[in-house]
């Protein structure tokens, strides 16, 4: 089948799976995406970042990747999650620490499951971010904008993708976050 479509992926880890270190288990992941979901296009620098949310566990490493692909979100998604659990991912505790977070951020200009869903999603209070989460595949992921631990590495390897709602790209939209949230994201790969 052709690659028709570039899909956007962050990926973050905190904890150890068995001795193989966060740092590890990105590149590992990163490998076993390549041909499960597509070909890889691209694969951003590993950064340390701050826990999120604060005092949740450890320091995450984070990195992005771009992803051509022949497979619809659904199905990214799902190979995504199968590749969390080869890695002893376990969905106890929203934003929580883990072994392995595989983010589908987007997928071309698509926007799922429709427009309004994904702004409401977007417009979700603060406050109700931690306790309720979407029972549907919504992208662009509805808080990329906000992450500096995502769109420093998105940067690395989609900086001019734009945001099909926003309209903004991922270098405009890290750019307009706090500089001091920047700044925390720190290559170490």
Known sequence: MSLDQ???????????????SPEVALRSAVARMDGRIGRIAALSRIYRTP???????????N??????????????????HEI????????????????LDLDLLAVGDQVLPDRATQ????????????????QELILPHPRLQERAF?????????????HPVLRQTVR??????????????IAIA
């Open 6 to 20: 570039s899909c956007l992926i962050a990926l973050g880890a905190n904890l150890p799976t068995g001795d193989t």
């Open 51 to 61: 826990c999120f949310p604060p005092g949740a566990g450890p320091d995450y490493v």
């Open 63 to 80: 990195a992005a990747v771009s992803v051509d692909t022949h497979l619809t979100p659904q199905e990214i998604l799902a190979g995504l």
């Open 84 to 99: 969390e659990a080869d890695f002893g991912r376990e969905r106890k505790q929203r934003w929580g620490a883990r072994t």
């Open 119 to 134: 702004q409401e999603w977007m417009r979700l209070p603060p406050d109700e971010r931690g306790r309720v989460a979407p």
């Open 150 to 162: 995502v769109l420093v590495p998105l940067a690395d390897v989609a900086p001019d993708w734009r």
């Open 172 to 185: 405009e939209m890290c750019d307009a976050l706090p500089e001091t949230d920047r700044k925390e994201v």
